[in-house]
């Protein structure tokens, strides 16, 4: 049991790793050619966290009251139909259903790679690089609504892909409007975290959470 549960810690690692490392690398790639970067373009501003204007703490808040509304309401309306094909990141996902509450170990693991390490790579690459690119070519509504939907597709669930869609615009929004990463960066742990915080609960009071995943 135990080489199972470390098997799965190595893996889950590896796995966001070399994502991770791709995205990046990737990144870098595309940036390079155009060092210096302007000002606009990965901007981590902590000053003024609480400012009613452009406080980067304030926003996140504000965001994720919105978007937790706007996915809830989406949830309970829509019923979204059953996948025959699993996808590759519901596979991905089902792979961390045995460390899900299983240890306290396990779940600061998940805590860390998906609540701190995920939300820093997808928010620098999503909103801090690509809407930001799109914006010098598409009027900003349209770069947040393109970005999103790339977002949405980059998570290969096409049973939430509205619901990721929606959370994407709502980050595109808040770092529209502040400028700086730290907000939708800050919302997105906060969601990640929710969401393993909420099916460690339901794991150890007896619920499948299959159901909850795909």
């Known amino acids: 049991m135990l080489i199972v549960f470390f098997s799965l810690i190595y893996l889950l690692l590896c796995d966001c790793r070399l ?3 791709v995205k990046l690398g990737i ?10 970067l302007p000002d606009d373009i990965f901007s981590f501003r902590w000053r003024r966290p609480f400012d009613i204007r452009l406080g980067w703490f304030l926003w ?10 706007a996915v809830f309401l989406v949830e309970a309306v829509i019923s979204s139909p059953t996948v025959g094909r699993e996808s590759e990141e519901a596979e991905t996902l089902m792979h961390l259903l045995p460390l899900i509450g299983s240890s ?3 779940t600061f693991c998940l805590f860390g790679i998906l609540g701190i390490l995920a939300p820093f790579c997808e ?3 999503y909103r801090g690089f690509l809407m930001t690119s799109l914006t010098k070519w598409l009027p900003l509504p349209i770069s947040v609504t393109v970005s999103s939907a790339v977002f949405a597709l980059a998570h290969q669930s096409p049973g939430k892909f509205l619901q990721i869609f929606i959370f994407g615009n709502v980050l595109g929004l808040v770092y529209a409007r502040t400028r700086n990463l730290l907000s939708p960066i800050l919302m997105h742990a906060w969601w990640n975290t929710g969401v393993i ?3 460690t609960i339901l794991q150890t009071q007896g619920y499948d959470i299959q159901k909850y995943i795909l």
């Open 19 to 21: 994502k991770t490392a």
């Open 27 to 36: 990144l870098y790639l595309l940036v390079s050619p155009y060092q210096p």
């Open 60 to 69: 996140a808040c504000g965001g994720l009251i919105v978007a937790a509304s």
């Open 104 to 106: 306290n170990i396990s």
């Open 123 to 125: 928010e620098t690459l």
């Open 197 to 199: 915080l909420a099916l």
